[in-house]
């Protein structure tokens, strides 16, 4: 059985690019970045014990959280001793020290996790005392970077700004590469930037939520911006089809339910300095009791793209039904080539259609979007976990209250 190959990399170097270090006088512009000193990239495959990863978005708080890892290393000669004065890492093993995963397969390397190390721990196994040391380390990406840093005048904004722009703006005010950015110009724009003291994920999650957009950190380690349109996009498409019956590809497991956990019936949308503008559903309302969805301080310039924002939302969010909420992949599944790719590439906002068999010949099936990949891997064992949802707003439902046709019978403002 032919399995992928786990690549783990420590970079040294400091500042945030994953790239090669340059110094002055040293090195390839626009390929490799300046930093204090070249690069000290150590490739640490060889003594993995462990890896943990998880990264993706809250249902309940409509963002993208900070992605984590968990990497667990065999250290048998005292390597990852920071009191070690022999040890190759000596005077290294500092925080925000950057770590990569990658797995190749097929010839194909896919990314896995890029982030910055925020702790290393060292215990000794009982069975083998004195032999072996295992050292934890512990990273995090690229937002927590950004929710350490305090921002508040912004270089560079201005009112009518759309959203993509405001966005390169806050990046450049915590200096980060501008090759490790993916930024949609955006189709909202924004007020001037308020100047407030404030973390720049919070300024960077405000304009996310303005735009009814996607912020989040790529398994590459780059900050991506999408606008509505990717968000609102439909389940249509070529999906990648998991069916336990043997005609999709198979699956550990899959998580099924049903809930209030996503219903909003209500929404109340404030942009900075204009009135708050209300959408409710009196049906759904009726139906599961009120359940409001709050926002404000937004930076939208109109009042008329805050209602739109508030109906969107509502319509796409006043009823429910059952939906998998994740699907676990065993890539050491006999013959799961197809399986190991698709856990492998699928990403944020791909379409993947479920199959479940249930009792008296039933079935259970829904086409849905990932949203969060989870890796657990040691030597002997390979799980992906994805989390699924529908999309953020329907395509169709953001359309119509744009262009003014939604059937506003289903709605009270």
Not at 55 to 69: D, H, K, V, Y
Not at 263 to 269: C, L, T
Request: net charge negative; glycine share 6%; hydrophobic share 40%.
């Amino acid at each position: 059985m032919t399995l992928p190959v786990i690549n783990a990399f420590i970079n040294f170097s400091t500042g945030p690019s994953f790239a090669q270090a340059m110094i002055l006088d040293q090195g390839i512009l626009d390929t490799n970045i300046l930093a204090d000193s070249t690069s000290i990239i150590v490739d640490v495959s060889d003594v993995v014990n462990k890896i943990e990863t998880k990264r993706g978005r809250s249902a309940q708080t409509n963002q993208f959280q900070t992605g984590t890892l968990t990497l667990v290393i065999v250290d048998v000669n005292g390597d990852f001793n920071p009191q070690n004065t022999a040890g190759p890492y000596y005077n290294l093993l500092t925080p925000m020290r950057k770590v990569q995963i990658t797995a190749t397969y097929g010839s194909v390397t896919y990314p896995v996790f890029s982030g910055f190390i925020t702790s290393y721990s060292t215990s000794i196994p009982q069975q083998n005392p004195g032999d072996v040391a295992l050292t934890t380390i512990q990273a995090v990406d690229a937002f927590r970077l950004a929710q350490n840093a305090q921002i508040a005048t912004v270089a560079g904004t201005s009112a009518g700004q759309l959203t993509g722009a405001r966005v390169n703006n806050l990046l450049d005010a915590i200096l980060w590469p501008a090759s490790q950015r993916d930024v949609d110009a955006g189709l909202t724009t924004c007020q001037v930037d308020p100047g407030t003291q404030r973390t720049a994920l919070t300024a960077l999650q405000t304009v996310e939520t303005t735009e009814f957009g996607a912020l989040y950190v790529d398994a590459s380690g780059s900050f991506v911006f999408q606008d509505r349109s990717v968000t609102a996009s439909s389940v249509t498409g070529t999906s990648v089809d998991f069916n336990d019956d043997g005609t999709g590809i198979a699956y550990f497991n899959a998580v099924w339910v049903t809930n209030d956990l996503l219903v909003y019936n209500q929404a109340n949308i404030t942009a900075t300095g204009l009135a708050v503008q209300t959408a409710s559903n009196q049906a759904s309302i009726d139906k599961y009791f009120l359940h409001s969805y709050n926002q404000q301080n937004l930076l939208m310039q109109t009042t008329a793209e805050a209602l739109n924002y508030a109906q969107s939302f509502v319509a796409s969010n006043a009823e429910t039904s059952v939906r998998c909420d994740s699907i676990e992949l065993d890539l050491y599944t006999p013959n799961y080539n197809t399986g190991i790719i698709a856990a492998l590439d699928l990403d944020y906002f791909d379409p993947v259609t479920i199959t479940t068999k249930q009792p008296g010949s039933t079935t259970l099936t829904k086409r849905l979007q990932v949203f969060g990949k989870g890796m657990a891997i040691t030597p002997n064992s390979w799980r992906v976990v994805m989390t699924t949802l529908e999309p953020i707003i329907d395509g169709f439902i953001l359309d119509s209250t744009i262009s003014g046709i939604l059937d506003t019978s289903v709605l009270s403002y």
